[in-house]
């Protein structure tokens, strides 16, 4: 019964553990989906594409008309002595002077004035298409920013796999090692070897114990590594998905067949030049005359103070105009005409750019293949060889138990296992990662599942 209880304590404590493990899992899709939420340099990019997006609005087009209003008010006081000199009464007295005090006038206006342009030698509809292709060019802009991040991203995460996986084989070493000192020991007490195996033994427990040591170091380095790229607390303790699939060779195939229409870096080549010809037409449209319409509508009130000889008055007027305009700069210096020069010019050398990139892409697609191509090979090279290395370490451990080995060579056995492994991690997560960046350059890394 006692027994019972005990594989039952055990049951629950491995299934508590399994759980406690599926719970801390991030995942690779949980992964990058924080990163588009939390990262600083998407968020930044977000940001871009909400400016260009304000840019390329209709109240930002020059469409619309203008209004503004005008609005004074003015206020006067006057303190006057008036006399008349050789002017007398009926009565025969000089006329007394007269004193003014406050003498107070005020002046209020205020003014409507409304503007628009008919017509502006097309300059705004040029504007405002390239206003909508430089929106649309900042999106690719956060496309690219999104895509370096998630290899980013990756790379650190493979990162965490790899010595993930690295970690749990040296705790397996370690424990190997641990029993060679249990059994040299008692083979030492039974007189079947000498206290140079137990030696043997521990040196190999302290070298064990060291490389995991630092390898656990590394560990946790490269997951607040991975936090920063996902902007949480540096501390947030996780465990990855340490499974890899391989996208199949026929899809991948595709995917490089229509590289050169979905390369985020092609794409926006495409989008300057748009916006390098439609700078070539705002610049033609100085060429041509402005029209535009113009109302005004004010309002006038005129306080004025009585004087000596007039009494005090209020003015109130109400006036309304409308006027239409054409302004042609016939001959500007010349001004026009170089930026037109200029324009073409830089149109030019963005025809220019676009060979030169999609020439650049071309070299990378390959040169990424190749290197996804090898670092795949070597993968399954890796594999067999761990393979190799597992059934070899079975075979030395068969030996060394019945005495036929050494401890050295069971050592070295162990030792090749080891490196293996290792290898073959190194080797796993390399390849995977040169097929995203693979992806990257055909411009199919986010449309991908992770």
């Not at 990019?45 to 203008?66: D, F, H, M, Q, R």
């Not at 070298?207 to 380095?221: F, G, M, R, V």
Request: hydrophobic letters at 40%.
């Amino acid at each position: 019964m006692k027994r019972n209880i005990q594989i039952l304590t055990a049951c629950l404590l491995i299934f508590c553990n399994i759980l406690n493990a599926q719970e801390n899992l991030l995942s690779k899709e949980e992964a990058v989906n924080i990163a588009l939420d939390q990262n600083f340099g998407i968020k930044v990019a977000n940001n871009n594409v909400k400016i260009a997006e304000n840019n390329k609005s209709i109240l930002n087009s020059g469409y619309l008309p203008t209004l503004s209003n005008t609005t004074n008010a003015n206020y006067n006081r006057d303190d006057s002595v008036i006399e008349f000199p050789g002017v007398f009464s009926e009565d025969g007295t000089p006329r007394p002077d007269t004193d003014i005090y406050k003498a107070e006038a005020q002046r209020y206006n205020s003014t409507l004035n409304a503007d628009f342009i008919l017509f502006d030698g097309l300059g705004r509809h040029y504007n405002y298409k390239r206003l909508k292709e430089q929106y649309q060019l900042s999106e690719l802009q956060a496309r690219e920013t999104i895509e370096n991040t998630i290899i980013q991203l990756f790379s650190v995460y493979f990162e965490v796999a790899r010595l993930t996986e690295n970690q749990n084989v040296l705790e397996q070493a370690l424990a190997i090692s641990t029993q060679r000192i249990k059994r040299a020991e008692y083979a030492f007490e039974y007189g079947q070897n000498t206290k140079l195996d137990i030696l043997n033994a521990q040196v190999d427990v302290t070298n064990d114990s060291i490389n995991l040591l630092n390898t656990k170091q590394q560990l946790a380095n490269t997951k607040r590594d991975l936090n920063v790229v996902l902007n949480q607390n540096l501390n947030t303790n996780f465990q990855v998905d340490t499974l890899v699939q391989f996208i199949p060779k026929l899809q991948l195939e595709e995917h490089i067949a229509s590289a050169n229409t979905n390369n985020v870096a092609v794409l926006q080549t495409e989008k300057n030049l748009l916006i390098n010809e439609y700078d070539i037409k705002v610049n033609t449209s100085g060429y041509l005359p402005t029209i535009g319409l113009n109302g005004t509508y004010g309002w006038n009130l005129n306080q004025s103070a009585a004087s000596a000889f007039f009494p005090g008055s209020n003015n109130t007027t109400w006036n309304f105009g409308v006027g239409a305009r054409l302004t042609w700069n016939l001959f500007d210096g010349g001004s026009t005409t170089v930026r037109v020069k200029n324009s073409k010019i830089a149109y030019a050398n963005q025809e220019l750019l676009q060979q030169q990139v999609k020439l650049e892409v071309n070299r990378d697609l390959e040169n990424a293949l190749a290197i996804y191509e090898n670092r795949l090979n070597i993968f399954k090279i890796q594999e067999q060889n761990v393979m190799t290395n597992q059934n070899n370490f079975e075979r030395s451990k068969e030996q060394f138990q019945l005495g036929r080995i050494t401890s050295i060579e069971f050592r070295q056995a162990q030792i090749n296992l080891l490196n293996a492994q290792t290898n073959k991690n190194l080797a796993k997560y390399d390849a995977k990662l040169a097929e995203l960046q693979l992806l990257q350059l055909t411009g199919q890394l986010l449309n991908i599942t992770f």
